[in-house]
Each structure stands twice: as C-alpha cells, then as structure tokens.
C-alpha cells in the first residue's frame, strides 16, 4: 500500500511554528484524530492530529524543525476504512489531509467591533476558534478596572488538543468579566464587557486577525499580541496592563489550573497530564527549549514528591506562612544546588537516604527554612540535682528503673512552659494557640535517623514515670516500631546529646512547636562563688526560638528560669 503523506493543516496566520514535541514513531499505529506532533508559536501551542488512521512508517520532522501549513510531517502506511480524506484518496500520490488542527487564529468578531465603533460599552465576545466548542477558560487576564488595549489578551481557553488566549476586539475599561476559571465558552460567549469610551474603541475595519494563544511564559508578561496594537495607547493614568491576574475565584491551592501569575511553559497534553495527576505546573521547572515543561519534567516531579524529595506548596504551606522552596533546590535568587560529578575526585558509592531520614529532611528543611530561628545558649549548675538523680537511681537500683537528666529536663521545661505559655504555643496564620496541655517531645538518635517521641501530659507525670517512658518509647524508637500516635501532639521539644558530648549546637525548631531545648553534656567546671572557685557541674543549654512569636526578652527570661529550676529542683513544686 502506498504511503499517506501527513501534512501540516491550515493554521490560520501561523508561520514558521517550531515543533516542541513528536509524540509518534516509527511504527505506532495511530488512530484518526491522534495528535502526532506538537507545534508552538509565541502564541499558541497545538496539537496537530491525523485525519486517518495508519501506522507510522516515516517521521519527516523533529524537535526543533519549523513548519508551516502544508509541511509534511509523516508517512503513514494507511489501515483501508477511513483512511484517507476522499480527495486525497483520489490522487496519484495519496495525501492524508489532517483534520483541521486547533484553529487558534482567534478572529475578533464583527459584531464586538462595530459596537466599539460607537464607543461606550462593549460586549468582549469568545470569536471563531475553529472547530473548537465549550472550551474551558483556565486563566482570566484581567480584572474589572484594567485598561486593555486592542488586541490585549482577556482570557486563556484550553481544549484537550490547544490553548490560546481570547484578544479584546476593543480597547477600554475593563468594566465588568463574565466568566470565571472553569467555565466553559464557545463562539459567541460574552467574555468581558470594556467600556470603550474610557480607553478608545478599535474603528469598525479593525478586523484582528492576530491569532491568540499560549505563550511561552518568558513571553507572555505583558504581552498583548505580536501585531503593535492601531488603538491609541491607554491614558497616562491608567495602570498598565503588564502583570497577569490571578483568577479571583478561590481555588485550592493544588489546582494546576490556577496560575499564580505567570502560566507555566507547557504543551496541552502535559497541562492536561498535570491535572489529572494533581500536578502544579508551575512548581514544575521545565527542561525543554525555553523552559517548556516535557512529560518527564511531570514525571520526575511526581517521583520526587513521592520519594519526599520535594515538596509541593500545598504541602509545605501553612496558613498564613511563606510558600515552600521550588523543586529543584532553586529559591530565588538563590544558586541552584551544584552539580558535582564527585566519581571524577576519587572512589564514591552511593546508598539511598533511610526511610527515616527521607521523611524527616524535608520536614527539617522547611522549619530550617521557613521559621525565623534564634538560639540563646546558657549554663545551669546542676550540681546539686546530680547528686539527687545519683540517689534516686541508687534508691531505685532493685526497680531496673533508671532515671537520667533528660526526664528532669522534661519536668522542669513543663514548669518554665507554664510560667511562659508563649513557648506553648503555635502559630496559626495572624493567631496564636495557646496549649493548656503539656507534651514534650524529646529527639531519639537510631540506626535509621532522628525520631521524636512524644512524652504525653508530663505536667501530670513524676520523673520517674517519665524516664520509664522515655525507655519505652526510645526502645520502640531504636526496635523501628513507633507509631504515628507516639510522635504526635508535642509542644515543644528537648534534643539531649549529653550522652554523647559536646558544648552547645542550635536545635531546629519542630514546626509546628515554637521552641527547642538543646542539651549537650554536663562537665565539672570551676565556678567562682565570691570568694573561692567551687567545681560545679555545668549544664549547656541551647534553646532555639520561633522569633515570629517569642522574643529575645522572653528567651533569655525562659532559660533564667529554667537555670534556676535545675539548680534547685524544688522550684518544680512553686
Ligand atoms: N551530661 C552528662 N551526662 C549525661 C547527660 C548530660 N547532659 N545526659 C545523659 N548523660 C549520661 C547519662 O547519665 C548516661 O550515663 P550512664 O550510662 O553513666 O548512666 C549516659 O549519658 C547515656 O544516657 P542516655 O543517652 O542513654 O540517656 P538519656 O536519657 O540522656 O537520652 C535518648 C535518651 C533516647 C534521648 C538518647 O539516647 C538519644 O538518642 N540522644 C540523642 C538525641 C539526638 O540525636 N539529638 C540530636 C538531634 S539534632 O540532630
């Protein structure tokens, strides 16, 4: 059977469109109406279908190439029954005329132009865009009160194959929008009404012809359409028209549709990818030509989300508070995270994070991150209450329960939270929540990464209670068999290296808790007492604090207090 040629359909004005994306090869069978190639101006990005149906047997074009109604894009081994256009079935060397693609020449309609002829109101109406028919409006460019000139996009439509911006056929005030994201609109539906009097109204000739559509987002800020607009330009005062609107209706924040100022560089099939996988395509960064984000820009996305190596706004956000970092590790203006071929400097090997660590480093991040931190760092002589907890254990020593300076740190930071309830608070958006209760986490180092165990109610718990649990719960912690509930609730938390060693560190604050207490190791020092020097044990404390809702006053006062509870423990009992 003799060879289809495939060839690029009428479309509209465009010129000179580079293809973005081949998406059949050699081989495939595709089915009439598939799309084959993706094409896309500075205006407009579409998808160019087969009329008929056949398997591919030779692709005339690549990424990159430029075509223009009438390029051959394919040879196709047509399947009999549909395949080919009558006309071209007719011919010697058989054509495989494509459906007409996505017509994204937006014409601007008679009627909207005549009736800016006359100044006043205008009825902004969706013109012929082709073949298209309830077309979903998925980004609104304007606002009541916006002056638009002619030719100024108002909205962007998507269907399944296109996307294209709707041009204003009048220049004006923005008086009223009839429609909102997600509504559906075809030929005819009123978009806006301009009031062209306030902005000068296109003359009745004034046929647009410039096409509307998706631009690339490094082009799109501001721009109108390519043509210099005939409209006299809008008045000095009036605001201009360079910055994208967000769509006003309130949309979650997981919505891909939902711009957040810019539209991100994609191709239809990718946006509509993005949506049914709940992808925002504007935290995705692009690595095609451009920054046009390719299907496996949306496939790693989705991976590393789900490997918890990134994170999506709508997951690292809070009320009221500052957006996660982007994937890919670049905030702005921030250097992307360097590349480092470290096999080029010496032997390496490579071992995946844990389970643990996979979970808790981005968490960390975004505390790191996201909350102003400040840690002070003291002393609290705890001479006297070692020599308790000696005796305590010494008591207790049939017991098997062994009572360290971690489970009286948990009480006497339960007294110091009491005597400052700003410490036992969280944040929630302009308002603070108080917590009548008492739970403290304290950090737990196992052989898969940092936990937080939560002690729960400590205000209502001896020390010994409390270091019993803490046994418990470290056990669980080290054996890997933690529940969710054993780490949920904390109101603020100790990280006690004093096992281990150390002088003083800055503990991350355990979002959404508004402080920490560091700990490292007690050490015999000489302390002068006035007239003589005394050795003392030395505690070091570092207590790290949330500065949006604690003070440096507040933070000194705290850890005066906390010192002089652990120098006399009987203070718990005040
Ligand atoms: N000063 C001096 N000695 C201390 C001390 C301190 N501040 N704190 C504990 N010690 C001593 C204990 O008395 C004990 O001594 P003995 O073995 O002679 O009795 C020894 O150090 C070990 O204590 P421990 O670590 O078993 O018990 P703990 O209650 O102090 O801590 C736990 C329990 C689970 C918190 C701890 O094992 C742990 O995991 N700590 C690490 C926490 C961590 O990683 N923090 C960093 C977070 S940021 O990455």
Known sequence: MAALEVKVPDIGDFKDVEVIEVLVKPGDRVAAEQSL?????????????????????????????????????????GEGAGAAAPAAAAAAAPVATPAPAAAP?????????????????????????GDFDEVAVIEILVKPGDTVTLEQSLVTVESDKASM??????????????????????????????????????????????????????????????????????????????????????????????????????????????????VPLDEVKGSGPKGRITQEDVQAFVKAVLAGKAQTRAQGSTKGA????????????????????????????KKDLSRIKRISGPALHRNWVMIPHVTNHDDADITDLEAFRVLTNKENEKSGVKVTMLAFLIKASVAALKKFPEFNASLDGEQIVFKQYFHIGFAADTPNGLVVPVIKDADKKGVIQISTEMGELAKKARDGKLTPGDMSGGCFSISSLGGIGGRYFTPIINAPEVAILGVCRGTTEPVWDGKAFQPRLILPLSLSWDHRVVDGAAAARFNAFLIQVLGDFRRVLL
């Open 105 to 129: 020449t937006a014409q601007s309609s008679a009627p909207a132009a005549q009736s800016a002829a006359s100044g006043g109101d205008v009825e902004i109406v969706v013109p012929d865009i």
């Open 165 to 278: 911006e709707i041009p204003s056929s009048a220049a004006g005030v923005v008086k009223t929008l009839r429609v909102k994201v997600g509504d559906k609109v075809s030929q005819g539906s009123v978009l806006a009404i301009v009031d062209g009097k306030a902005g000068g109204v296109a003359p009745p000739s004034a046929a647009v012809t410039a096409g509307a559509a998706t631009a690339p987002a490094e082009d799109r800020v501001g721009s109108a359409s390519g043509a210099p607009a005939p409209t006299p330009p809008p008045a000095p005062s009036a605001p201009a028209p360079a910055e994208r609107h967000v769509p006003t209706a309130a949309l979650p924040a997981h919505e891909p549709t939902a711009p957040q100022g810019t539209l991100p560089h994609a191709s239809p099939a990718i946006r509509k990818l993005a949506r049914e996988l709940g």
């Open 322 to 349: 500052a957006p996660a970092p982007a994937a890919g590790g670049a905030m702005p203006g921030i250097l992307p995270w360097p590349q480092v071929d470290f096999a080029k400097f010496g032997p390496i090997e």
């Open 37 to 77: 190639v993706t094409v896309e101006s500075d205006k407009a990005s579409m998808e160019i279908p087969s009329s008929t149906a056949g398997v591919v047997k030779e692709m005339k074009v690549k990424v990159g190439d430029k075509v223009n109604e009438g390029t051959l894009l394919l040879l196709l081994e």
